[in-house]
């Protein structure tokens, strides 16, 4: 079966590690991590992911401009955006909701509630 | 007329407080020649004496109901007079020198001047009554007015003058004494009030940046679990758990070292100066605020100078205000900027010169002139999140320093601090 690629994009080295870790575990998905948004346009369109796990809370560029951002690029726009966060209040759920992502989750992230979302995402892709 | 500053509210509440021990006052006074009346005492013209006195008590009343319509400052101006002038009546139709018991009176307005106003609305006090307690002995004496003492003997001109002489000199004397204690009484409270802020401030500042913080060592505890679960699994290799065991041990300082510094900030700050190493003081501010100022738009910059000596501080005190300043230019900074925190020592004068110099929005110049003022802020209530500049001057004052602030709307703020060196606190 060929592997899903999953784009992380956060700021926590080891957050980073350990999710790419567990997802390549399970030998269904490739993984490729960014810890800045840096230049995602380019590392996106490198990469060609079938999902993005895309951290709100980040120095610099966060994930709300991110989301912007890719939204605005009819090349990456399509593909699916899971946002890691910190927030959890109504607000922020709606906030996320408005930016178009397919779901979200709240930190500290389960493995198997992470793999479940991703599942779940690309069932629709 | 509405009052927003908390120094008229102030003196609404001890207005309103003075109008009704007034009213207590003139009451039992007017119990009094009652009294004198019913035993015999004073028999001339008390009734209309005891109507005035009532009346006065009375009107006394409303200047409530007035308080929020004209200017109270200028409305104890005509309160005292109108006290004055009723105080003088009811001496005259007393007896005028005869009724020394009286002008007790004089001396109530003026105490109430001390306590609820300025040494301005003392000497007001002091002042007229002198003035109508004089006029009053001195017209009765020489027949501009009716004589109203029970008394036949006329004193002599020089015993009378000496009379008005000593009655002012110890108007004055009280006068002095009313302003003196009570200017004491209202530093005393200013100081609490000031201390209550800082304090309220600095649990606010702590509070936002232990939100940060929690956030921060949330997640590091989050990455602790992540690798404990990786190190049960057989299949990761001994070098990659040996890289993971590592990685548990640096989280878990990293997180002790966050829990330790908002422990340490939340404290109650020493103030014993000793031997500070102004820049370790700095860097425990910036760590401290890193929670916050790594996900904003702001860089932070240290251009230190070399050969700083130690100086005489309160460490906690100033790394309080460098916190402060911080959390200030963080706020001014809402797109991309730079905060520069620079540290300059001249041997010539043996000071160091502590500067913070954001690209922020600015101070107005009208703002800049209200800087140093206790409640004084251009944040909404429960937006601002340092400690007050009102505050950090305090701190930097006891340092023997002062803190020079320059700045232009839409361009920054720089805010220079000079603490002098080896000196103990004021």
Known sequence: ??????????????????????????????????????????RVKSFNPDIILLDILMPKMDGVETCKMLNEDPAVSRIPIITLSALDTDKDKLMMYKLGVVDFLVKPIEKDELIAKIEKALQFK | MKYTDPDTIELLKKYKLAGRIRFLSFLLLSLFL????????????????????????????????????????????????????????????MGGVEAPIVSIAYYMVILWAGIASTAQAVFFAVFTSSLFF??????????????TSHYTYKMPVAQMISLLIGNTSFLFAFGYFSSHSSAVIKSLQRKRQEDLLRNTRKLIATGYLMG????????????????????LDPSIGDADKREMLTAIEKLHNRSLDAVDSIDRFSQ?????????????????????????????????????????PPIMASGSELEEVFVSFILNSHDAISEEGKLIVRTEHSKEDNIVKITFSDTGSGISRENLKRLGEPFFSTKGCGEGTGLGLATTYGIIARHHGKINVESTVGKGATFTIQPMQNSGPS
Do not use: C
């Open chain 1, 1 to 42: 079966m060929e592997k899903r690629r999953v784009m992380i994009v956060d700021d926590e080295e080891h957050f980073l590690k350990i999710t790419k870790i567990n997802l390549e575990k399970t030998d269904k998905y490739e993984v490729e991590t960014m810890s800045s948004a840096a230049d995602i346009i380019s």
């Open chain 2, 34 to 93: 009652l009294l004198m009346k019913t035993f015999g005492g004073y028999s001339y013209l008390n009734t209309a004496l005891i109507a005035l006195i009532l009346m006065e008590a009375i009107v006394n009343q409303p200047y409530a109901f007035f308080i929020n319509r004209v200017n109270i400052y200028r409305l104890q101006y005509y309160q005292m007079a109108t006290d004055i002038i009723a105080i003088s009546w009811i001496l005259y139709y």
């Open chain 2, 134 to 147: 004089s006029s009053i002995v001195a017209f009765e004496y020489f027949g501009y007015l009716p004589s």
């Open chain 2, 212 to 231: 940060r913080t929690a956030h921060d060592v949330i997640n590091n505890i989050a990455s602790a679990k992540g690798y404990s679960r990786l190190l």
């Open chain 2, 268 to 308: 109650e700050s020493s103030r014993e100066f000793e031997p500070t190493d102004i820049h370790k003081t700095i860097e425990d501010a910036i760590e401290l605020t890193n929670p916050i100022v790594r996900y904003s738009k702001m860089a932070v910059e240290k251009i230190f100078g070399p050969d700083i």
